[in-house]
């Protein structure tokens, strides 16, 4: 046999070989984690505040909407949230494709009250894309189907996908405003 037909085969096989290996599984990004097969952020903040002035602030950011509090959770709704990426980081040029044209947020808010620390829970997370004609409503696309594999059970690992996800973490530390790290064992 010719040594050059070898040589092609072995390469091909060896090809095929590290091409049939597994993705490695990631479950959580900074804050971000699956929950069932929705992407959550979700992060536990010391506090001294009482649950009534929790609400009095979140009563406050412009894009909340439909805040409820009861038994010592915190309901509400963000609509057109909108940030500027390059203060937290930037996002590298090509990485913007993987949400949308524009970095408009929508999506819920959870937060869970205890005597000296609360947990707060973005979840239904949505990028918000306006078509270039402004006659159309615009599209939301849901953060888990823009950032999670198709089964919904890890996070891309895509070089994109920890890029995005690191700047929307910064954001959310300053916007939903986490101070200190506390314990999360007990939630």
């Given amino acids: 046999?010719?040594?050059?037909?070898?040589?092609?085969?072995l390469s091909l096989i060896?090809?095929?070989?590290?091409a049939q290996q597994p993705q490695p599984?990631?479950?959580?990004?900074?804050?971000?984690?699956?929950?069932g097969q929705e992407l959550i952020w979700q992060?536990?903040?010391?506090?001294?505040l009482r649950p009534e002035d929790v609400r009095t602030f979140y009563n406050h950011l412009s894009r909340m909407s439909d805040i409820t509090l009861e038994d010592n959770t915190l309901l509400a709704s963000f609509d057109m949230l909108t940030f500027d990426g390059n203060r937290y980081g930037g996002i590298a040029f090509g990485h913007w494709a993987l949400v949308s044209s524009t970095p408009l947020l929508s999506g819920r808010l959870k937060i869970d009250l205890k005597n000296d620390r609360y947990r707060i829970t973005?979840?239904?997370?949505?990028?918000?894309?306006?078509?270039e004609d402004k006659s159309c409503?615009?599209?939301?696309?849901?953060?888990s189907h823009a950032l999670l594999m198709r089964e919904a059970?890890?996070?891309?690992?895509?070089?994109?996908?920890?890029?995005?996800?690191?700047?929307?973490?910064?954001?959310?530390?300053?916007?939903?405003p986490v101070h200190a790290s506390a314990r999360e064992d007990d939630f």
């Fill in 25 to 35: 599984t990631i479950t959580t990004y900074g804050h971000f984690k699956l929950d």
């Fill in 14 to 18: 060896g090809c095929t070989t590290v």
């Fill in 122 to 131: 973005v979840y239904d997370l949505r990028f918000i894309d306006y078509p």
């Fill in 1 to 9: 046999m010719k040594p050059w037909i070898v040589i092609t085969c």
């Fill in 43 to 48: 992060h536990v903040i010391d506090t001294t």
């Fill in 137 to 143: 409503a615009p599209r939301y696309q849901s953060a």
């Fill in 153 to 176: 059970r890890s996070i891309k690992p895509t070089a994109a996908v920890p890029d995005v996800l690191g700047v929307y973490d910064r954001f959310f530390q300053e916007y939903f």
